[in-house]
């Protein structure tokens, strides 16, 4: 499986950002598909997650002002960020879990399936 993330870029605090990550492979509805973020001097950190049931997992962070979906028909997985704030600034990530569980999904270990990432920076 091969993921391209795309869509980051420079926004003011407020504002709304959608990053799409486009998958390879046939087996992409069966993946737990999560977005990850790097903040400068952070360690990776989980964001949200959607299970392959349409189960939806997000950090207590960005709860109701982010929203993750799929388009299985087009193997993209979606992260719209609205309300952004300068600490969203972060390089995303995209990651495909085969067997992620709830209880590990929000962990990078359990992803074997990385994007190159994109950069979110969030102006004061």
């Known amino acids: 499986v091969q993921l391209q993330a795309s869509g980051g870029g420079l926004v003011q605090a407020g504002g709304s950002l959608r990053l799409s990550c486009a998958a390879s492979?046939?087996?992409?509805?069966?993946?737990?598909m999560g977005w990850f973020r790097r903040p400068p001097g952070k360690e990776r950190e989980f964001v949200a997650a959607?299970?392959?049931?349409?189960?939806?997992y997000y950090a207590d962070s960005v709860k109701g002002r982010f929203t993750i979906s799929r388009d299985n028909a087009k193997n993209t997985v979606y992260l719209q960020m609205n309300s952004l704030k300068p600490e969203d600034t972060a390089v995303y990530y995209c990651?495909?879990?085969?067997?992620?569980?709830?209880?590990?999904?929000?962990?990078?270990?359990?992803?074997?399936?990385w994007g190159q990432g994109t950069l979110v920076t969030v102006s004061s």
């Open positions: 990651a495909a879990c085969p067997g992620c569980i709830q209880s590990t999904l929000a962990f990078p270990s359990s992803y074997d399936y």
């Open positions: 959607i299970r392959w049931t349409g189960s939806i």
């Open positions: 492979g046939r087996t992409f509805s069966s993946y737990t």
